[in-house]
Structure formats: structure tokens, C-alpha cells
């Protein structure tokens, strides 16, 4: 087998750096880590490094969401629209949890998450 | 009011999405090639470490699927040469040849359904720590 270990980070690509690093450092709220290199900012979510890098040409959005817990969906989602963050229909409730979908500035996809049901239940 | 982040109260990731046109398919390739553990109440959720990967297919959501060429999950692995050569052994599609970055091996490749992967191993230390 590999032995795949751990996940390392996930790598967003997308168009304007600063214009990203802006919004999950900011707008998200989510911590940067400061040893990242500069070309490529990191944003620690705790256990997920959300890892960024910056290409214009042949730019496609990622649709590998990453779901992001929040202690309250319609209460975060509804300070995100606050501040002019786009969400993708109605917020959902599954059963077991509430999630909500948008994206960054470039289109990245993301959630808002949180799972009231005990797992297993 | 001025607007803080921390508002929004992000407290964790609690899965990644990979979206898939055939979900037992993708299930047999996380599980079975790439050896993810099996979350034990959903045989579509796989762990890497401490990342839930859980696949779903848009298109039994009415959306529309289509891969993900952005977004690469980075997987470590002791070995990165030798876990592409197992790979590849395996039919596993990489892209490109595995590069040095200088900090770190990286190697680029698809699950079934062109989802972008990476196989990904940082060999120096950050700044300012020392050698492990």
C-alpha cells in the first residue's frame, strides 16, 4: 500500500492572491499561517491547511468543496451575505446536518457545516 | 460595525466533497487503490489523517457534475516515487513528472473521475525550526 499518512493540505488554485488571501484570512476569518511561503499562503482551519496558489490562464474553479464548520449555519451565512458573499440556493437541511454553498472569490467551491444528528444516529 | 472574521466562527474542516458520476467506482478507488481507511457508518466517506473525504454524485442532486481540475487534496506518503510507481502500477493516471519544489516532492494524478489529486511529502523544515 501508499500509506498515505495524513492529508497535508488541500491546494486551491486561483486568479488573484491577494484578492484570496483576503477573503479566507478576513472575510473567513481563518487563520494564516506565517511560516507559508509568500507565493503560497496557507490558512490553518485546524485540522485542514487550506493551501494557495495563484494561476490566470486556463483558471478552472475547484468543485472539491470544502465543508467548513460553523457553530450556526443561517447565522454565519447571513454575515457572510452581510459583507456581499454569494451562496448557491437555499441553505439545506439533510436530516442530520444544515449546510450551506458558496465559494470564494474565484469561484472555489466551499460550505458552511455544521451536523446536529449523532453520528451513527 | 467593522467587519472581523471571526464572526463567522470556523472552527474546523468537517469533510471535503468529491463530487463523482459513479460513486461506488470512486469508492473503490479511495478504499481499495489509494488504502483510505473506510469511515464505519458510510462506506462513501474515506479518512486521510484527520480529513474526511466524502464522495457524492450531483447529478442524483439535479446539478450537474463535473470534475474537479482545481482543489487537489495533497495525501502524505513516506514515499512519494514509490507510491506513484505503486500507482501507476495499478493504471492510475498522473500528470506530468514528480517535482521538486526545493521543500518537497509532489506528484499529480486523477481518481476515476478526473477529480486532481496529489501525492505530496515536505522533506525540509519550515524556517526557524529545526531538523526533525
Not at chain 1, 481563518?30 to 511560516?35: D, S
Not at chain 1, 485542514?48 to 468543496?65: G, K, Y
Not at chain 1, 447565522?75 to 439545506?92: C, I, Q, Y
Request: glycine residues 10%.
Amino acid at each position: 500500500m501508499i500509506d498515505v499518512e495524513r492529508t497535508d493540505f488541500v491546494s486551491v488554485i486561483v486568479r488573484d492572491l491577494e484578492r484570496a488571501k483576503t477573503f479566507y484570512g478576513e472575510t473567513l476569518g481563518i487563520r494564516p499561517n506565517t511560516k507559508a511561503h509568500a507565493s503560497y499562503p496557507e490558512f490553518e482551519t485546524g485540522n485542514l491547511t487550506i493551501s494557495l496558489r495563484a494561476e490566470a490562464d486556463h483558471f478552472t474553479p475547484s468543485r472539491t468543496a470544502i465543508a467548513l464548520r460553523v457553530p450556526d449555519v443561517d447565522a454565519a451565512r447571513t454575515k457572510l451575505e452581510s459583507v456581499g458573499v454569494a451562496f448557491a440556493g437555499e441553505t439545506f437541511d439533510t436530516g442530520v446536518c444544515h449546510v450551506a454553498f458558496f465559494g470564494d472569490p474565484d469561484g472555489n467551491a466551499l460550505m458552511l457545516h455544521n451536523r446536529y444528528a449523532l453520528v451513527g444516529g | 460595525m467593522r467587519w472581523s472574521g471571526a464572526d463567522v466562527q470556523i472552527e474546523k474542516t468537517d469533510f471535503v466533497a468529491i463530487p463523482s458520476q459513479d460513486a461506488e467506482r470512486a469508492a473503490a478507488f479511495y478504499g481499495e487503490t489509494l488504502g483510505l481507511r473506510s469511515d464505519e457508518h458510510s462506506q462513501y466517506e474515506f479518512w486521510a489523517g484527520d480529513i474526511c473525504l466524502g464522495i457524492w454524485e450531483p447529478a442524483k442532486m439535479g446539478m450537474e457534475f463535473q470534475p474537479s481540475k482545481n482543489g487537489h487534496v495533497a495525501f502524505h506518503v513516506p514515499d512519494v516515487a514509490a507510491a506513484r510507481e505503486e500507482l501507476e502500477g495499478k493504471g492510475v493516471t498522473f500528470n506530468g513528472e514528480t517535482f521538486d519544489t526545493g521543500v518537497c516532492h509532489m506528484a499529480l494524478f486523477e481518481d476515476p473521475d478526473g477529480n486532481d489529486l496529489m501525492l505530496h511529502n515536505r522533506y525540509a523544515p519550515y524556517s526557524g525550526d529545526s531538523a526533525a
